[in-house]
């Protein structure tokens, strides 16, 4: 409260001892401060002279003193305040408009949810109320009234998830897991290969296409004139528009019976009712499950090390780097339909958990999914139904509808400009977009190894030699490392090199002191995580473009242990 | 005795939580370093609380913290609350019940106001009442502890009972950082007096004032509007349709609440000032007003008079506390029906000893139990945590901030208290009869001798309920009759030291007597200094993965301690380590900070004499060569490794023994460690570095001094338990002159030494070690041992009949031999068994040698062939062989003995 972290300087005047033989102790104190009297007295009798028998009468005096002072200086204040309010300085409803205002900023907070145990879907409505009930009597609690704040349908939503969050993950950690798992993967094939027949068929298509063309206008002046192959290019343009959109809305209507069923499903097993595993609708597949493309998603070289930081209190970490493709710890290495894949049950366990994967990927300033790895994650993404997140389409278009959020926020937090240099050039204008060292995040229940996605936006300025630990990206990292720890991300996969492939300019010394630089920041990051509060880092990957030589990949493999001082190797000892 | 914590009682453990602050991000302090979190802040400044012991206060117990700036507080608890109460008793809305309720309301007040604070949440809700009727305020410490709300983002207190300048203020402040070190957290008194004020008038009027009110800005108006009018308490009656209750009052009780509604903030009184009301003139005190600090030993002579006071009330007030109020609040638990048997005519037979406990030991027993607040609060529902995945931001710049997603967490209040369920530990030591709660010191009995528990590992000791309370009983009955009973607490300590004591037992083990307050009261502490500036920089960078030591009360109390050792060994400087060497003993006395000062003293004193002069080369060198001269002794294998590639202790060890290892481990690996140093003598520290060395032969071995060096700048995982066990084996197996140093403090009372001293007689003088110079140390890669010791060591083997500890083996020329040495002794004149580069040769008497690897080898010769004994030694040393030491002075010690005879 206001006024107790101020304090004013006055000076104390005590008496000791009767006349004639009686000391005028004159000291200045800050009031209200937490001096102890009784050592002041001390203080004052060691270094003045004072004789010792008049210290109790001197801590007696001063501790009289600085109450009497204390109290003053409250009741001036207060009075002050009051008198405000008396002469009409401050008005009533000011007052209690900034308290109100106090109040509800506490309250955005307030998104309290009432156990959800044994709740099923159809009650959400009745939920939210018994949410706001629930608020209402908190209030009460507290003697004051909420202001409306988030709106209906929010609330709705969040409220939504959540319970799906809840029943999901009681479930998955239950004996319905293997039916819940196995519902998942059986859509997961079924998407997958719906989806790689789309591309089978376009690709089948644009050949024919190709041919027809090709034939015809082989046949141009022979007999047939430009127009025919002109009408022939529209109707090809056509066919090819119209099958896609075929597929995209059978692909569509699919995605949206799987979304239903499996809340169906959660829901129903969740109260307890046996539920038969909905038939997938094989209507769609045709055969050839052959194109069901098997990746190998074993990364090609990777090393593992366990490493303690900390001066004192030593903290476990393992580091690991591993030579892959980024997208290949998204995707699932099997989509035969008889076994669940072990990673799947490993990462739905830990969908809602505290220990969450997270993984950086290198993207431009552009927020959608039409080129580079971009594309290659979107279609990764779109191999599976995203059973509990919105789509990521959706989920980008949340994160475009934020960037004029961000960019109002540029402008109104500017740089700190310095005095000293005047001539400094003015600062850049604002951008549009997001910069390099931002990121998006998305989040994701269909893939592989990894729940959230950090997006970090790159620019052209990495491919330079001459970054250093104050570039933009870098920093970048240090927010991921950041969300990581409020938001219990506990694995995490970054790109040593900061790059997701392989070039020309990249050579040895390149490479190595680019290792170097992001080893050492991570180190650093790492280690001042541990005052951040959060979740502990307990897996940090490093992850290089797959196409590295082998004799790169030691040689970054053994600058590791050297920079995080991985000196103790653990020994076994026979005896 | 000192950690006042009053008994359990009927009292429950209540547990609620909240979140601190969040600092904008990126944010930094004006020294450049990141700000502290709040929640660190708060966890620093809530110890103090538990301090506060008074019986209309409840007892803050413990207070811990969790992830993302979660604080949870333990607290003293009762279901009953003064609303609910006020409802169902009518006595307790009786006149006469509502004077002696302001009464206990004002003494827990004026308590407060001594102790330095305000509870500025004062309301029906935060006022309990105890099955005696007693009021006790609850969650007082909240202004306190977030230094006057400026660490929590919520603001305090109900606004219904806040006094209108409280709401004045606060709303025109700004969200306070708390940038500030040791601001100030004093109140206005007067606050609490008003609130008292409203909470009486309500009952008194027998309406909810303000309800109402539809939202914040009415209610908030309504109390402001209080403070315009001339007579408040006549306003809220008429505003609540109440004047005919305001006419029956009798007038002392009328005069009282309108005394306490006064509006001017001058004019209302302080609570001291209300005691002597005439409402409250027919009540006696319950307790002392004024808070007693913590004391050990527990006779502080400089407390006689405070404690006078405190029994007088004692006797008067708290022995005849009324009879329990009929139908009080249970809890719905198996502890209930313990606690009040229904036929409560019968008298009650089994008593429960629990409660009898203070609340801070039933605490720990009730964690030993397996007790988490953290699950209990998730169980009980107050703690919701939302799947992290679902509040994590859509998007975050590079300068730090986030759009999106709610991952900074809920800041409201939560004003729910849950009950910590007792019946799991009430189980687990339903058991144990009730005259073992009661144990006999003077007879020397301890309660664990006849426990399995006792025979298994230390770990587990720790960690088991039962042994725990055993142990705790009996140490709380030697420590309050310390000093008496030191003998007694150093015998009990060398089984193991309860966690929960430490501290206590540490300043007996130290010695610590005295008037400890009084003394470190009269240091000058604040006084600028030459050494300051170093202690500034050395403190925020020690310890500081403890959330204690890095509080900035535990900066604070750091800087104070500090000083105070500075100032008061003027013949002694501030050297870096001492701050780490604080680090324990501060982190255990957090709570009083003259004790922690006094066993730093006392420990720097025995452990650490002279280490800290100005200029301590000598002592320091002194104490490692006696270091590489241990190593050799206990495994010249290592020794000769580190000696090749010339790892030298000087390289490694200082920060060792100059900070007793405090700079090396962590804080529960130090309290593992120095649980048994302090049991021993000042040499066991080196005994210790042998057995951490040894630890990590293995790798020792292996490395080149390039990786030793590295090895040990950042200290690998050690076994600590392992390595207290073998540092006593190592002690156990040193004859005491190969430790001894010359900088040692003398020991107190030499015919106490050893019985090797005893015979130490004015013409034996020879015999015993005394100083050797320090390049003559440094020379030597062997100890020295003294004649006593070697003499000892053979008597030792003639009594047992086994086989000898010893050999002697004596390097003179055969002629010098025959003429007299001691028994048993072989010879290997040097100048024959030696090579001319110093290896040794075979020889006939080689096999005996052999034969005593592992034995203590004593090479003897003669103080003028002193260079053969050391080249000798040397010599077999290479070969490995382990405990190699020299003859102190040579043969001629023995001449005056009559030790040396003819060999046969």
């Given amino acids: 409260m206001v006024g107790s972290t101020r304090s004013d300087e006055c000076v104390c005047e005590v008496t000791l001892g009767v006349e004639p033989q009686s000391i005028t102790v004159r000291v200045p104190v800050a009031v209200p401060a937490n001096i102890c009297p009784v050592e002041l007295a001390h203080r004052l009798i060691l270094h003045h002279n004072i004789p010792i028998y008049l210290h109790n009468e001197l801590s007696e005096k001063l501790q009289a003193f600085l109450q009497n002072r204390t109290e003053e200086y409250h009741r001036q204040q207060d009075q002050r305040a009051l008198q405000g309010l008396r002469e009409g300085r401050t008005s009533v409803s000011d007052a209690a408009a900034a308290w109100a205002a106090k109040y509800s900023q506490v309250l955005t907070g307030l998104a309290i949810l009432e156990a959800v145990s044994g709740a099923a879907w159809p009650e959400t409505i009745t939920c939210c109320c018994s949410v706001e009930g629930y608020i209402m009597r908190v209030v009460v609690q507290l003697g004051y009234i909420p202001q409306p704040y988030l709106s209906k349908k929010q609330e709705a939503e969040g409220c939504e998830n959540e319970l799906l969050a809840t029943m999901y993950h009681s479930l998955v950690h239950s004996p319905t897991v293997v039916p819940l798992l196995g519902l998942e993967h059986s859509f997961a094939s079924t998407m997958s290969s719906l989806v790689a027949q789309r591309e089978h068929a376009l690709r089948e298509i644009s050949e024919r296409q190709t041919q027809e063309m090709s034939s015809t206008v082989s046949k141009v002046g022979v007999h047939l004139t430009d127009d025919d192959v002109n009408n022939l290019a529209a109707r090809h343009l056509e066919d090819s528009q119209l099958l896609e959109v075929q597929w995209d809305s059978t692909i569509s209507v699919l995605r949206e019976n799987q979304k239903r069923e499996f809340k169906t499903f959660v829901e129903e097993s969740f109260a307890g009712r046996e539920v038969t595993t909905p038939v997938t609708p094989k209507d769609f597949i045709k055969g050839d499950t052959e194109s069901v493309l098997v990746e190998s998603s074993e990364p090609s070289q990777e090393e593992s090390f366990t490493i303690h930081l900390g001066a004192q209190m030593k903290q476990m970490h393992n580091l690991r780097l591993l030579s892959a493709d980024a997208l290949q710890l998204c995707k699932y290495l099997t989509l035969d339909l008889s076994d669940i894949p072990p990673q799947r049950i490993q990462t739905s366990m830990s969908l809602y958990s505290h220990n969450l994967n997270g993984l950086v990927l290198l993207v431009d300033d552009r927020i959608n999914t039409y080129t580079g790895i971009k594309r290659d994650f979107g279609r990764v993404c779109r191999k599976s139904t995203e059973l509990h997140f919105p789509d990521l389409e959706d989920q980008l278009e949340v994160v475009r509808n934020t960037v004029p959020q961000v960019v109002q926020w540029r402008r109104d937090h500017p740089p700190p400009q310095y005095d000293c240099d005047e001539d400094a050039p003015p600062p850049p204008p604002v951008p549009q977009h997001l910069k390099a060292g931002d990121f998006y995040i998305t989040r994701h229940s269909n893939l592989a190894d990894v729940h959230v996605m950090f997006h970090m936006v790159v620019d052209d300025t990495l491919h330079t030699t001459d970054i250093n630990s104050r570039h933009p990206v870098i920093l970048g990292l240090r927010n991921v490392l950041k969300v990581a720890c409020l938001g219990d991300i506990t694995t995490l996969t970054i790109p040593l090199l900061l790059t997701n492939s392989m070039s020309e300019e990249m050579t040895m010394s390149w490479c190595q002191k680019r290792a170097e630089l992001v080893y050492k920041c991570i180190k650093g990051f790492m280690m001042e995580m541990s005052s951040w509060g959060g979740a502990e880092m307990k897996n940090m990957q490093f992850l290089v473009p797959k196409g590295i030589s082998e004799e790169l990949f030691q040689h970054l493999a053994s600058m590791l242990p050297n920079i995080f001082r991985v000196s103790n190797p653990l020994v076994v000892k026979s005896s | ?904």
């Fill in chain 2, 1 to 904: 005795m000192y950690p006042a914590s009053p008994r359990l009682g009927r009292a429950h453990l209540g547990a609620s939580t909240f979140f601190a602050s969040a600092h904008p991000s990126e944010s930094c302090g004006s020294n450049g370093l990141p700000l502290t979190p709040n929640s660190i802040r708060i966890y620093g400044q809530a110890r103090a609380l538990q301090l506060i012991n008074h019986p209309h206060l409840c007892s803050y117990v413990d207070i811990h913290r969790g992830k993302h700036e979660r604080i949870m507080v333990i607290q003293e608890y009762y279901l009953l609350n003064l609303r609910v109460a006020a409802q169902k008793y009518p006595e307790m809305r009786s006149p006469q019940g509502l004077a002696r309720l302001a009464h206990q309301v004002v003494q827990g007040l004026v308590y407060l106001n001594n102790f330095g604070t305000v509870a500025c949440t004062l309301s029906p809700e935060n006022i309990l009442i105890d099955p005696r009727g007693q009021a006790k305020l609850y969650n007082y410490g909240l202004y306190y502890m977030t230094e006057a709300g400026t660490s929590v983002s919520f603001p305090l207190g109900t606004v219904q009972y806040t006094a209108p300048e409280v709401l004045l203020m606060q709303a025109g402040s700004q969200e306070g950082g708390g940038g500030v070190t040791g601001a100030t957290v004093t109140g206005n008194p007067v606050w609490d007096v008003w609130s008292l004020g409203m909470v009486l008038a309500e009952i008194l009027l027998g309406c909810t004032f303000f309800s109402g009110c539809k939202d914040m800005e009415e209610l908030v108006g309504e109390v402001l509007s209080l403070a315009l009018s001339p007579n408040p308490l006549q306003h809220l009656a008429q505003s609540h349709n109440a004047c005919h209750s305001l006419e029956g009052l009798p007038g002392e009780l009328k005069d009282f609440v309108s005394l306490c509604l006064t509006v001017g903030p001058s004019e209302r009184p302080v609570p001291r000032s209300l005691l002597s009301h005439r409402l409250l003139q027919p009540f006696i005190l319950s307790a002392s007003l004024v808070p007693v600090h913590p004391h050990f030993p527990v006779v502080d002579p400089s407390l006689c008079l405070i404690d006078f006071a405190h029994f007088k009330a004692k006797f008067s007030m708290m022995e005849n506390s009324g009879p329990t109020l009929t139908d009080y609040p249970l809890h719905a638990e198996t502890e209930a029906s313990l606690e009040f048997p229904k036929d409560s005519t019968k008298p009650r037979l089994k008593r429960d000893q629990l409660s009898e406990r203070s609340m801070r030991e039933v605490y720990h027993l009730w964690q030993l139990a397996g007790g988490n607040v953290e699950q209990e609060l998730k169980k009980q529902k107050l703690i919701k945590i939302k799947p992290s995945i679902l509040t994590l931001p859509s998007v975050m710049v590079v300068e730090g901030e986030v759009f999106g997603g709610d991952i900074s967490h809920s800041q409201q209040l939560e004003a729910t208290t849950i009950v910590l369920p007792l019946h799991t530990l009430r189980s687990r030591l339903a058991h144990i009869p009730p005259e073992k709660y009661y144990p006999l010191i003077t007879q020397g009995e301890s309660g664990t001798d006849e426990l399995e528990t006792s025979q298994l590992p230390l770990v587990i000791r720790e960690r088991d309920v039962e042994y725990q309370l055993h142990r705790l009983l009996s140490f709380q009955r030697l420590l309050q009759a310390y000093p008496h009973k030191g003998d007694s607490i150093l015998k009990e300590a060398r089984k193991d030291t309860p966690p929960f004591y430490r501290a206590l037992v540490w300043a007996a083990l130290l010695n610590v007597d005295g008037a400890v307050a009084h003394t470190y009261q009269q240091i000058d502490k604040e006084t600028p200094t030459p050494t300051d500036r170093q202690i500034e920089v050395d403190i925020p960078r020690c310890h500081q993965y403890d959330e204690l030591l890095s509080s900035p009360q535990g900066h604070a109390k750091f800087t104070r301690v500090l000083k105070a050792w500075v100032v008061s060994h003027p013949h002694l400087v501030y050297w870096q380590g001492l701050d780490s060497l604080c680090a324990p003993f501060l982190y255990l006395n957090f709570n009083n900070e003259a004790l922690a000062y006094s066993c730093l003293s006392r420990f720097i004193e025995k452990y650490l004499h002279k280490f800290f002069l100005r200029d301590n080369s000598a002592i320091i060198q002194e104490y490692l060569a006696k270091f590489s001269h241990m190593i050799a002794f206990h495994d010249p294998h290592l020794f000769n490794h580190l000696d090749n590639i010339g790892f030298i202790p000087e390289l490694y060890a200082i920060p060792w023994f100059l900070t007793m290892y405090t700079h090396v481990f962590p804080l529960q690996k130090i309290f593992l460690l120095w649980d048994t140093l302090l049991l021993g003598e000042a040499s066991l520290p080196l005994c210790v570095g042998v057995a951490l060395l040894r630890q990590l032969k293995d790798r020792l071995l292996q490395f080149g001094f390039n990786e030793c060096i590295l090895l040990f700048s950042d200290m690998p995982d050690i076994d600590m338990e392992r390595v207290v066990r073998e540092s006593v084996q190592v002690f156990c197996s040193t004859p005491r002159s190969v430790t001894f140093r010359q900088h040692e403090r003398p020991r107190p009372d030499p015919s106490q030494a050893s019985p090797a001293h005893n015979a130490a007689q004015a013409g034996q003088q020879d015999l015993v070690m005394d100083g050797v110079s320090l390049p003559e140390l440094k020379r030597e890669k062997c100890p020295r041992v003294c004649g006593a010791d070697l003499l000892e060591l053979l008597a030792h083997k003639r009594s047992h009949s086994g086989r000898a500890k010893v050999l002697v083996v004596d390097v003179r020329s055969p002629e010098e031999f025959a003429r007299g040495t001691l028994a048993d002794a072989i010879n290997m004149p040097a100048d024959t068994s030696l090579g001319p580069d110093g290896t040794l040769l075979m020889g006939p008497q080689m096999e005996v040698l052999s034969s005593y690897r592992g034995k203590i080898i004593a090479v003897i010769g003669s103080r003028n062939g002193w260079d053969q004994v050391v080249k000798f030694a040397e010599a077999i040393l290479v070969q490995e062989f382990p405990r190699v030491c020299t003859l102190h002075k040579g043969v001629e010690v023995f001449r005056a003995s009559g030790a040396l005879m003819v060999p046969s």
